[in-house]
T-cell receptor, first 111, second 114 residues
């Protein structure tokens, strides 16, 4: 059973528009939620995180929203740029437990 | 500031062989975790090493073993290779007492089993 689900395998967005990537989880013990970005032939790169005591965290063009009651988080990228084209992984954990990754969403930003 | 480095970049083996993958953590990090990423999947946790001991382990058979050295670098060993072991193997480092700090990943070793 998947503890972390990213139900959209792919997403295409026009340059300058908003990209919204979604993630659902089942384990209520998760208290730290990370997003990683992965380009081909490279390892995952940390993008942004949010603690369970918050419902929003913003860093430049990237904002992550957390809805604990719905066990749902989303990553907003605005404005989207062609360089944002990559696979995005949602990866929650709790304390020093291992990261649990979703299957990822492939974002394509079209110029 | 060197990040996480992994070697080799690519490796081709045949069924039944054994393989060793290597990882040097980011400077200042003391904990190394290994993940397996199969095609079309997210990375799956194999195990974590801290203070030269395996601290946590995922759902992987005993054919997967590891080691951490006093300089915090780590090896992943896989015995009796199966076709299904073909994957990207990722190493991530972190600081055990770092609180909620993200793990940093290397670029991985692509292992192909023929």
């Amino acid at each position: 059973d998947q503890q972390v689900k990213q139900n959209s395998p792919s997403l295409s967005v026009q340059e300058g528009r908003i990209s919204i990537l979604n993630c659902d989880y089942t384990n209520s013990m998760f208290d730290y939620f990370l997003w990683y970005k992965k380009y081909p032939a490279e390892g995952p790169t940390f993008l942004i995180s949010i603690s369970s005591i918050k419902d929003k965290n913003e860093d430049g063009r990237f904002t992550v929203f957390l809805n604990k009651s719905a066990k749902h988080l989303s990553l907003h990228i605005v404005p989207s740029q062609p360089g944002d084209s990559a696979v995005y992984f949602c990866a929650p954990n709790s304390g020093n437990t291992p990261l649990v990754f979703g299957k990822g969403t492939r974002l394509s930003v079209i110029a | 500031d060197a990040g996480v480095t992994q070697s080799p970049t690519h490796l081709i083996k045949t069924r039944g062989q054994q393989v060793t993958l290597r990882c040097s953590p980011k400077s200042g990090h003391d904990t190394v975790s290994w993940y397996q990423q199969a095609l079309g999947q997210g990375p799956q946790f194999i195990f974590q090493y801290y203070e030269e001991e395996e601290r946590q382990r995922g759902n992987f058979p005993d054919r997967f073993s590891g080691h951490q050295f006093p300089n915090y670098s780590s090896e992943l060993n896989v015995n009796a290779l199966l076709l299904g072991d073909s994957a990207l193997y990722l190493c991530a480092s972190s600081l055990m007492q770092g609180g909620n700090q993200p793990q940093h990943f290397g670029d991985g070793t692509r292992l192909s089993i023929l």
